[in-house]
């Protein structure tokens, strides 16, 4: 059975000492924000750190919330993967974040972590990152054969090639035909 409390086990400097004397010289940066906690890490060390943090005794960050990522296009590296650990047990949360560049991996957190699977492919399908180790990295919300990732900031906010006018395929005849694609009738 969950352990689980509503008293803090650490505050957020006492967690992110925490943390510190866990991961060591693999956190590139740190900040508490809001009381947040927030520590970045290679991505070379990504899985080795997440695994640790999880196994702690002291922290026990058995769940993982949450992955996400953000598009920095005019950064080397320009992806930011995100991740928000809780822990039950200890009423804890903490984020970690890593940076990888365009055409680099993430390693899969999937074998840690079950909810992994399915968030990894949400990140993958819409902003292009792969993570190794994947057992089945395959697009969740777009088509397979799509060829876009409609979260990164270059993307058109209209899409890459809207060639129809809504007006032109609403079954329900609801929408109006209006003069932006200069159809003729």
Not at 50 to 71: C, F, K, Q, Y
Request: no cysteine; proline share 8%.
């Amino acid at each position: 059975m969950i352990e689980v409390t509503s008293q803090q086990k650490y505050d957020p400097e006492e967690l992110l000492d925490k943390a510190s004397e866990i991961l060591g010289a693999a956190i590139t940066s740190s900040e508490i924000y809001r009381n947040d906690v927030v520590i970045e890490v290679p991505i070379d060390d990504l899985r080795s750190a997440m695994e640790r943090l999880r196994n702690d005794p002291d922290l026990d960050m058995a769940m993982l919330v949450d992955i996400t990522s953000v598009h920095w296009p005019d950064d080397e590296r320009q992806f930011e993967l995100v991740y928000h650990l809780r822990s039950l047990s200890n009423n804890l949360i903490i984020g970690i974040k890593s940076r990888l560049g365009e055409g680099d991996s993430a390693p899969s957190l999937t074998p840690l972590w079950k909810a992994a699977n399915w968030q990894e492919r949400e990140v993958y399908d819409l902003m292009g990152i792969t993570f190794d180790g994947h057992p089945d990295l395959r697009r969740i919300l777009m088509p397979e054969d799509y060829p876009w990732h409609p979260l990164r900031k270059e993307f058109p906010i209209e899409g890459p090639d809207f060639p129809i006018d809504a007006y032109q395929t609403d079954a329900h005849h609801k929408v109006e035909k209006d003069d932006f694609w200069d159809d003729p009738d």
